[in-house]
Each structure stands twice: as structure tokens, then as C-alpha cells.
């Protein structure tokens, strides 16, 4: 069965840093995309940043850049976002997803809440 398990959400203060884990298990994951996304109240769901497992690949979206670094260690199987300067605006619950190079297969957490606020 697999299993796709989020932490490090919590509050933080205008500026601070957070890092979100999300340890994955049930199957091997080379040639999968692994990502975090986010959603806030009234919002859809958007992509955040991911990664390639074999190689590394990333993309972010623009809001984060600069901001954001993915990145993931494959003895631990787990896929991390360090998010520094972080605003009110990146207020939401952060899901990790793996999704194969197909797209056949696709695989969410359960998700994690980042509260940005003074």
C-alpha cells in the first residue's frame, strides 16, 4: 500500500523558514514526479514545486522562486520543501503527491497546514 506522509507544517512569523517533509512508501518511486502542492481557503489546488526522482529535474512556480527549494533523498525515500521568506499569501495546506511519468498512477497525502501570520 502506498503511502505518502507530510510533516513540519506549523505557524510561523512573516519571514520565517519551515521545512515540510514527505516520507513515502509502498512501492519504488524512480520514474516518478514527486511534488508538493498547496490550497488555500476558496482556492484551488496549485502546483508548488517538483522533482524528478531519478534525476533531480525541478520546476517551481513563480510565486516561490528564490523563495523555495525541493529536494529529496532517495535512502530516505523522502521528498522535502524548505520554504524560506515566507509571506502571509503561502498560508495553506501543502499535500506531497507522487505521480508516475505516465500519469497512470497518482498518489496523495494527507497534507500538512503552513499558517504565515504576525
Known amino acids: 500500500q502506498v503511502q505518502l506522509v507530510e510533516s513540519g507544517g506549523g505557524l510561523v512569523q512573516p519571514g520565517g523558514s519551515l521545512r515540510l517533509s514527505c516520507a513515502a512508501s509502498g512501492r519504488t518511486f524512480s520514474g516518478y514526479t514527486m511534488g508538493w502542492f498547496r490550497q488555500a481557503p476558496g482556492k484551488e489546488r496549485e502546483s508548488v514545486a517538483t522533482?524528478?526522482?531519478?534525476?533531480?529535474?525541478?520546476y517551481y512556480t513563480d510565486s516561490v522562486k528564490g523563495r523555495f527549494t525541493i529536494s529529496r533523498d532517495n535512502a530516505k525515500n523522502t521528498v522535502y520543501l524548505q520554504m524560506n521568506s515566507l509571506k502571509p499569501e503561502d498560508t495553506a495546506v501543502y499535500y506531497c503527491?507522487?505521480?508516475?511519468?505516465?500519469?497512470?498512477?497518482?498518489?496523495w497525502g494527507q497534507g500538512t497546514q503552513v499558517t504565515v501570520s504576525s
Open positions: 522533482i524528478t526522482w531519478i534525476y533531480g529535474a525541478t
Open positions: 503527491r507522487a505521480r508516475s511519468s505516465s500519469g497512470q498512477y497518482e498518489y
